[in-house]
């Protein structure tokens, strides 16, 4: 049977403690009505115990993380409506790549659509973000759902074919719960 090796425990239980504790010094800090999506808690935390240039420095921090979702996000997008194009569920002008072998078609597609998010500013902000946070947060709890959903289904499908659940690679800590 294979085990988990001690650095990734370590790894996974380091990384655990520091967002746990980081919750909880939030949750000590900051009166729950008064936590919103206006401003980061890290920033308003470190305004309350004054230390200097905390706050700017984790805006910057916030910003640099935001840019590089943004980023992998672009590239992502660009490459999945490249991909759907050469399998046939896109326009096939979107699989077509430069002589770099960047699908630039794609590219300015998506960054249409970007540009497109961008102009919300301009109308309702508040509600489009609003929206917009929503929908980041049900595409993240749906894909975890549906990660859970296909492991059950694997389960039951895998078991009713005559496997055994002691003879899978990867076990499932309080499987079926």
């Not at 790894?11 to 909880?24: K, M, P, Y």
């Not at 072998?101 to 590219?107: A, F, I």
């Not at 946070?133 to 499908?157: D, E, N, P």
Request: charged letters at 15%.
């Amino acid at each position: 049977e294979k085990t988990i090796p001690r650095s990734i425990k370590q790894t996974v239980w380091r990384t655990l403690v520091f967002f746990v504790l980081s919750i909880v010094v939030i949750a000590g800090m900051i009166p729950w009505k008064q936590a919103g999506v206006v401003e980061s808690p890290f920033v308003v935390v470190f305004e309350q115990i004054g230390i200097p240039y905390a706050a700017d420095i984790m805006n910057f921090v916030i910003l640099i993380a935001l840019l590089s979702v943004a980023n992998s996000g672009l590239y992502a997008s660009t490459r999945i409506l490249y991909a759907m194009a050469n399998e046939g569920q896109a326009f096939k002008a979107l699989g077509k790549t430069n002589q770099r072998g960047v699908p630039m078609y794609s590219l300015i597609v998506t960054m249409a659509v970007a540009c497109l998010s961008l102009l919300t500013k301009f109308a309702q902000a508040e509600t489009v973000y609003m929206v917009l946070l929503s929908l980041a947060g049900m595409s993240a709890q749906v894909g975890w759902i549906t990660i859970s959903l296909s492991q059950i289904m694997f389960r039951r499908k895998y078991i009713r074919e005559g496997g055994k659940i002691e003879d899978l690679k990867f076990k499932t800590p309080l499987y079926p719960v």
